[in-house]
């Protein structure tokens, strides 16, 4: 199928849940990027991250927000969509690999916060694909 959606030209039904599964991901991790920047060092001793990775990470949600938006309106989405599963599928294998090999002395709130972020990550990433493939 090949309808436009009403209101916007570069979408059609078929690109539809790509783009919108990559557009919440951005406004979600955008929302999180916020305190993770204005609250680095409180979070970091909830969580037992080190405070300069909270920041780091805070500012990488923020850019991160801001391109895969811009990239789920590009005419063509399937390059940012790829990218954007990949960036997703690294994240959650990252989150796992620091609660299994104990990098850092996460409190209770800080394993339950990486372990929900790599389901998080593991979900979008699958809708995304879903999305991606029923491009063709």
Do not use: H, K
């Not at 849940?17 to 920047?37: E, H, K, Q, S, Y």
């Not at 927000?65 to 005419?75: I, P």
């Not at 090999?101 to 879903?130: D, E, H, K, N």
Request: proline share 4%; net charge neutral.
């Amino acid at each position: 199928m090949t309808t436009q959606l009403a209101g916007n030209p570069t979408v059609r039904s078929e690109d539809a849940l790509v783009r919108t599964a990559m557009r919440v991901d951005a406004v979600l991790v955008g929302v999180v990027g916020i305190p993770f920047v204005a609250a680095a060092r409180p979070l970091a001793e909830w969580t037992g991250i080190p405070q300069a990775f909270v920041l780091g990470l805070g500012i990488f949600f923020l850019v991160y927000a801001v391109d895969v938006y811009w990239l789920a309106g590009r005419d063509r989405v399937a390059p940012g969509a790829w990218a954007t599963i990949v960036a997703n599928e690294v994240c959650t294998l990252a989150a796992l690999a620091v609660v299994v090999l104990g990098v850092w002395p996460l409190t209770g709130v800080g394993v339950a916060a990486l372990l929900f972020s790599a389901v998080y990550t593991a979900v979008f990433a699958a809708a995304q694909w879903i999305g991606l493939r029923r491009l063709g």
